[in-house]
Structure formats: structure tokens, C-alpha cells
């Protein structure tokens, strides 16, 4: 599968963004979906992920609570909208697919297919 992520930018701390990731290949709609970020200098962590039906969501301390994944099957595509952005977001956002379908983890070991990645820059 192939993946697109897109909707980053800079925002002022206190804004919003929503990233969207569209998803180009095999069976989309099977797999479970996570979004990931990379700071400069930071391993790549976990943020959020979305079971392959919507049904069941996970997220990071650090955005739970401002933040919400969600997914449209029709259209390939799952969403991260994060709220009351932090200078402490700024990274790089990437999209992945499970490597296996109908199983939900927050482990980035088990996702197989990531996106390109989209910038997302938060100023104080």
C-alpha cells in the first residue's frame, strides 16, 4: 500500500491542524492505521491509531485529550485532527498501515507501510 500524508504547516501554539493520509493499494479498510512523529534529534513515536473499522482508537499521553483520529474507508483516507497545538508537536507527522490486518498495536515495529511524512511546525 501506498500512503500520502498531507495538512501540515506552521500554526501558532493554541491552533489547530487536521493531517489527512490517503492510502493507495491493498485493501485499506482491513488494516489497522497509526500516526506517527519524528522531532529533530528524537526516535520517531507513537501518537494515535485507528482500528481498520473505527471502532476503537489509541493515543499518546502526549496528545490524548486534544486530539482525534478518525477514518472515512470510502474514501482511503484517516485523519488527525490535534487541537491547542504545542511547540513541543513540532515534527514531522507520518502515516502507517498494520502489517497485519484486523489487529490494532501502538508498537511502530508492527506497521509495514509509511507514508512520506508532512511537517508540522507549532511557534510560540
Known amino acids: 500500500v501506498q500512503l500520502q500524508a498531507s495538512g501540515g504547516g506552521l500554526v501558532q501554539a493554541g491552533g489547530s491542524l487536521r493531517l489527512s493520509c490517503t492510502a493507495s493499494?491493498?485493501?485499506?479498510?482491513?488494516?489497522?492505521t497509526g500516526w506517527f512523529r519524528q522531532a529533530p534529534g528524537q526516535e520517531r513515536e507513537f501518537v494515535a491509531v485507528i482500528s481498520w473499522n473505527g471502532s476503537t482508537t489509541l493515543y499518546s499521553d502526549s496528545v490524548k485529550g486534544r486530539s482525534t483520529i478518525s477514518r472515512d474507508n470510502a474514501k482511503n483516507t484517516v485523519y488527525l485532527q490535534i487541537n491547542s497545538l504545542k511547540p513541543e508537536d513540532t515534527a514531522v507527522y507520518y502515516c502507517a498501515v498494520h502489517r497485519r490486518a484486523l489487529v490494532i498495536t501502538t508498537n511502530r515495529a508492527d506497521f509495514g507501510s509509511w507514508g512520506q511524512g508532512t511537517q508540522v511546525t507549532v511557534s510560540s
Open positions: 493499494g491493498r485493501a485499506f479498510s482491513r488494516y489497522g
